[in-house]
């Protein structure tokens, strides 16, 4: 038998089980046929748990009945609405895919270029006498600039650079 | 459990991976699809739960822009309704945090808690009409009076036909509330009811 009416007295525990299996008939599955048999029985000797049980019916039956309906302007909106925003999030997926790829791609680029680099700087220090904490200084500075600037520009992103969207301006 | 049942359980377990697969994909079509089949029940609940109308209607369109955006959370393996309204559920607490007032309540038309509109339906004759539309209003403006924790959970219970253990996860309360939250629910409706008898 459920726990939680046994601790009540006789009355509420009828009226805790109407209200919670309340329907025309409740299913085994709610109601064990002991509870069943009990509440029937109870029903039948006691006049005021018979009265909340009508009730406690005609309520729910009168809570069915509310019609509340969505209008067809409030659907249509709405799927607008959702189509436009899956759209706008279609977008930026796209947009994440071909940073990912960009990024792919300066790094593969970086892994081939560098050591050729490296070499260039060092074959121009030597012919320029300078001494390598100079030119490996130089070659630093050429590395890191580009990304530099990129930082620069994103962090300007939201700034004096974009419009109140958030878009970049031209 | 009978092959009728067995038959049931498992259609309804395959429409919910579908719907899940489909949000995934964020699959226009579906997502048409569910805002219609689900359209009068997810506005009831959020009527019932703001006690407005617009404000419900706002909810609405909100719960399904979340309902595209957060769809890999669905997994398919409880009803997709649950997971829906409590997605709304949440939309509505998170504006109550913004607006910080202390409960569902605070959202109810100030204006001396009105009855909800009811549409005018379509009935053999013209008393069967009149009498059905005052009853409603009656039932109506008990379930603005009552708390809204007690609406919520007779409109989950007895409109959308959910079971308690669906209630306590679409409210996040414990099931012994939940049971509590019926039972004085509906007690708290029934003077209602009187007046709603004619």
């Known amino acids: ?170 | 459990m009978n092959a009728a049942a067995c038959y049931f359980v498992r259609a309804m377990a395959d429409e919910n991976t579908e719907i899940a697969h489909g949000l995934r994909r964020r699959d226009p079509e579906l997502l048409d699809r569910l805002i219609e089949e689900y359209q009068h029940r997810l506005l009831r609940y959020l009527m019932y739960l703001t006690g407005r109308r617009d404000l419900a209607e706002d909810f609405f369109q909100e719960t399904w822009v979340r309902v595209l955006e957060r769809g890999s959370q669905y997994d398919g393996r409880h009803e997709f309704s649950t997971w829906l309204f409590t997605i709304a559920r949440n939309l509505v607490i998170d504006h109550l945090r913004r607006k910080r007032p202390a409960s569902f309540d605070s959202l109810a038309d100030p204006d001396g808690l009105a009855p909800f509109d009811i549409a005018a339906t379509a009935q053999p004759s013209a008393f069967d009409t009149t009498v059905q539309r005052e009853q409603n209003e009656q039932i109506s403006a008990g379930m603005q009076h009552i708390a809204a924790e007690y609406r919520e959970t007779l409109v989950l219970r007895f409109q959308e036909g959910m079971s308690l253990e669906e209630i306590a996860n679409v409210t996040g309360a414990p099931l012994g509330t939940v049971k509590s939250r019926i039972y004085r629910g509906l007690s708290a409706l029934q003077p209602w009811l009187k007046g709603a008898r004619l």
């Not at chain 1, 029937?40 to 009508?54: G, I």
């Open chain 1, 1 to 170: 038998m459920n726990p939680d009416l046994m601790n009540s007295d006789v009355h509420e525990r009828a009226r805790l089980m109407i209200a919670l299996f309340g329907e025309e008939r409740p299913g085994p599955e709610e109601l064990s046929n002991a509870e069943r048999s009990w509440l029937a029985a109870h029903l039948e000797s006691c006049a005021s748990c018979r009265e909340f049980a009508e009730n406690s019916r005609e309520t729910i039956r009168l809570l069915r009945a509310i019609p509340i309906t969505a209008g067809e302007r409030l659907v249509s909106t709405t799927q607008m609405r959702v189509r436009q925003r899956a759209q706008e999030l279609q977008r930026q997926q796209e947009r994440f895919w071909v940073v990912c790829v960009c990024c792919a791609a300066v790094t593969l680029s970086t892994l081939v270029t560098t050591p050729v680099l490296w070499r260039g700087f060092a074959w121009m220090g030597e012919q320029a006498r300078l001494s390598p904490p100079v030119w490996e200084g130089g070659f630093v500075v050429f590395y890191l600039m580009p990304a530099v600037l990129a930082g620069i520009l994103l962090l300007a992103r939201g700034t004096f650079l974009t419009d109140h969207n958030g878009s970049y301006q031209d």
